[in-house]
């Protein structure tokens, strides 16, 4: 780390700490001796979406949390509670260490958490996602939650 005050290319770390979604370290320059606090960010190769027709593109926080919003109007739900359960989506990507992921995936584990949070939002997003062709499917999965409820 190049030291902001002499411009020597070497120091040392003192102290690193977590802050938020940042690293921050407390930093001695070898040559001065003065010291410095850099703050670092941990840098993630993007997460690719393998579509249902084979295209792929770059995993949109934004679109998934759409999707909950949609799922949850008129819903008594917070939205930082939708925010989290995207950032928990994503970050169970991430930590499953693959880089591609097929949307099923996506969607599976986006009912996973939207059961917990609410039933109606829940069956909202299933209808979408599992494209309900009639009421009868719609019964079904009605069903399939009445029966974990009780």
Known sequence: MKCPYCGFNDSKVLDSRPVEEKIRR?????????????????????????????TREEFNREKLLTSFRRACVKRDIPYSLLEKTVTDIEQDLLFEGD????????????????????????VRFASVYKDFKDIDTFKLELDNITKKIN
């Open 26 to 54: 407390r930093r001695e320059c070898l040559n001065c001796q003065r010291r410095f606090t850099t703050y670092e960010e941990v840098e993630h190769a993007p997460l690719i979406v393998i579509k249902k027709d084979k």
């Open 99 to 122: 880089r591609e992921i097929p949307s099923y995936r996506i969607g599976e584990l986006a009912m996973k958490k939207l059961v917990e949070i609410d039933d109606v939002a829940y």
